[in-house]
């Protein structure tokens, strides 16, 4: 799978080229079923190359942190193991209220493998994200804490009792003295980070996000 998935299997240079490579049956030439596979596949073939960046500012040198392959690789599997240990499951909802921290894009691509992952604008107002929360059965809400954007804390801090379905808030950065409040970065140094733990078979037609918008009327509406 690792080589096929990410290497060129054919050079392409004229139409004839692409039809040859359309006699080919899609799963020989894409092997991969799901994100998981095909981070696995760049981490074993290029396992120390930069894969991302996440800056804090306009500041090319202003970087909160850098991952490799391997890196990126090991912390969404990470994320995956720990949202299913908290109970996520197929048809269960992760949101990710957040501005782009360092911890974000791997944790939403470890939701999207545990479950539904939600990215949600944290511009909304409480009313339109609790309305959006309620709606989607949210079971669990990533968010920073007042260290990392108090403003943003402050407004979600605010609705948290108002979710039905809300069971636990993962906290970037910070501890939290509630009983749903985790720490969000101590909690994903717990998971291992090498394989999936929850033994879900994640095929192509698995639903992995939910995103919002206002159509034509105004009221929030989900799409999958």
């Keep these: 799978m690792i ?4 290497r060129c299997v054919r050079d392409v240079r004229t139409i004839d080229d692409v039809e040859a490579l359309e006699l080919f049956d899609y799963d020989e030439l894409v092997p991969a079923k799901n994100v998981h596979d095909l981070f696995l596949a760049t981490a ?6 930069r894969a991302l960046t996440v800056l804090r500012s306009a500041d090319p ?10 890196e990126l690789f090991q912390e969404i599997t990470r994320a995956a193991n720990l949202f299913a240990s908290l109970g996520i499951g197929a048809d269960d ?3 990710i209220v957040s501005n782009t921290y360092g911890a974000v894009p791997p944790v939403t691509w470890g939701a999207s493998l545990a479950g539904i992952v939600s990215t949600l604008n944290c511009l909304l107002s409480p009313e339109v994200l609790v309305e959006l929360l309620t709606k989607e059965k949210a ?17 979600l801090s605010s ?3 108002r979710v039905p379905s809300l069971e ?8 939290i003295d509630d ?13 291992e980070s090498d394989k999936l733990l929850s033994g879900r078979d994640i095929g192509r037609d698995a639903c992995a996000a939910i995103f919002h918008t206002g159509g034509t009327t105004g009221s929030p509406k989900l799409v999958r």
């Design 139 to 155: 079971r669990v809400l990533v968010c920073p804490g007042p260290s990392t954007d108090p403003d943003l804390w402050e407004k």
């Design 44 to 49: 074993a073939l290029h396992a120390e190359r």
């Design 168 to 175: 636990h808030v993962l906290v970037i950065a910070d501890d």
């Design 61 to 70: 040198s202003d970087v909160e942190v850098s991952y490799t392959h391997l």
């Design 159 to 161: 609705i948290i009792d």
């Design 3 to 6: 080589g096929k998935t990410l």
């Design 179 to 191: 009983r749903r409040c985790r720490n969000l970065r101590r909690e994903l140094a717990r998971q």
């Design 93 to 95: 909802v992760v949101a």
